[in-house]
């Protein structure tokens, strides 16, 4: 019995060590915006708005379904991301990328605005892996991405 009580323990820790390497890199950025929570809403809640507002992104098509988002990058390529949770209510999405170009695997993202004073914060945060790059270089591009975005939404 004893033999198996350890066994037991070992195994879930390997599992939990394995889970935690799994989102290895985090990043997240967040800016103030003098626009009322409404108004960041009304153009970050769109989840093709982002080809508004997104200064790397040419063009964003939607999916039949709206879970789907094809962004045209201005520079080259695709990024496909799929609707994982909508929160119009907390004024927040969660998704993920399912191709892209970027030195990365396994991303999640959230993108939410929040009240602060007469204005809101607007935070952009997800997790990932490397692939084909590394640590560092992943997550200086998806920091750029972050603060260009905000940054753009935020003046």
């Not at 033999?3 to 799994?22: E, P, Q, W, Y």
């Not at 990043?27 to 769109?46: F, P």
């Not at 496909?80 to 030195?103: C, D, F, G, M, Q």
């Amino acid at each position: 019995m004893k033999k198996f009580s350890i066994l037991a323990v070992a195994s879930t820790a390997a599992l939990l060590m394995s889970g935690l390497s799994a989102f290895a890199l985090e990043s997240h950025y967040q800016a103030d915006s003098s626009e009322s929570v409404s108004a960041a809403w009304a153009k970050i809640g769109n989840f093709c708005g982002i080809g508004t507002w997104h200064p790397a992104v040419a063009k964003c098509t939607l999916s039949a379904n709206g879970k789907e988002r094809h962004l045209s990058l201005k520079g080259g390529g695709t990024i496909v991301e799929h609707l994982i949770k909508w929160n119009n209510k907390a004024h927040s999405y969660t998704y993920r990328i399912k191709s892209s170009p970027l030195p990365i695997s396994n991303y999640v993202s959230t993108i939410k605005v929040t009240k602060h004073g007469t204005g809101s914060v607007i935070s952009w945060s997800g997790h990932y892996k490397a692939k084909g790059a590394s640590d560092a270089d992943a997550k200086k591009a998806v920091d750029g991405i972050y603060k260009s975005g905000v940054d753009s939404l935020a003046k």
